[in-house]
């Protein structure tokens, strides 16, 4: 799964690297290195072109009562996301770009949890795989959500989590968010787990476990040798 990334790269290179406009309000973009569910993240989507605009981190689906579902879908699974009713919609019809540049997965050791952080050895900001949905309140105030689709984990990260968010290429963004594009068998040979030689990863300490640190000590590597040696 995918529960904490990281989004430190400024607005001037995430737009040059994903060659998107802002929405016409503007986006209160602010860095963090340690972003939590239910917190606003950036995200890119295309209606005929790339807008970049800010959802909530945890999908909430147009038909929910709760709002609070919304907990429960910061992750699709790849496999299923074409069928599972929380998605099979915005698999088809709304899929989204959600920017990052690492993220954190928890190794379980005895009785403790060791955060690992994950991140391409290029050090550029990526896009995970995404899907949105639009829910209305009883109020009538709307909420654009995300959840970020997960696939199998690569060789690089199993060893903590048997799973990781997909990190889609520069090559596969555009058929993600191609709009005329609904067939599953398409889409889905996208959802692959990410080769591990392009990436690269260390263990941190447990300041990103409060998601009330935001700030680079988040990623800081950790002072315990004999745990990163373990990791590796």
């Known amino acids: 799964m995918?529960?904490?990334?990281?989004?430190?790269?400024?607005?001037?290179?995430?737009?040059?690297?994903?060659?998107?406009?802002?929405?016409?309000q503007g986006v209160d973009y602010r860095p963090s290195y340690n972003v939590a569910p239910s917190q606003r993240v950036l995200t890119v989507v295309n209606h005929g072109q790339r807008t970049a605009g800010l959802m909530r981190w945890?999908?909430?689906p147009s038909w929910a009562r709760d709002p609070k579902i919304g907990y429960r879908m910061i992750n699709a699974v790849g496999e299923t996301a074409a069928t599972k009713p929380a998605f099979r919609a915005a698999f088809r019809r709304r899929r989204c770009l959600v920017l990052a540049d690492g993220f954190f997965e928890w190794r379980k050791e005895g009785k403790d949890k060791v955060p690992t952080y994950f991140q391409l050895k290029s050090g550029q900001p990526f896009a995970f795989a995404g899907l949105w949905e639009t829910w209305k309140s009883p109020e009538d105030k709307t909420v654009r959500s995300c959840s970020i689709v997960t696939t199998q984990a690569n060789s690089l990260i199993a060893p903590v989590h048997h799973r990781m968010p997909v990190i889609l290429s520069p090559e596969t963004e555009p058929l993600w968010l191609d709009p005329l594009t609904e067939e599953a068998e398409i889409l889905e040979p996208l959802l692959a787990p990410s080769p591990p030689e392009e990436m690269d990863c260390y263990v941190v300490s447990g300041t990103v476990n409060s998601v009330k640190n935001s700030g680079p000590e988040c990623i800081e590597p950790s002072a315990s040798p004999e745990t990163t040696l373990r990791l590796l």
């Open 58 to 60: 945890g999908l909430i």
């Open 2 to 24: 995918c529960g904490r990334f990281t989004l430190t790269t400024n607005m001037d290179e995430l737009q040059a690297r994903f060659g998107f406009a802002l929405e016409s």
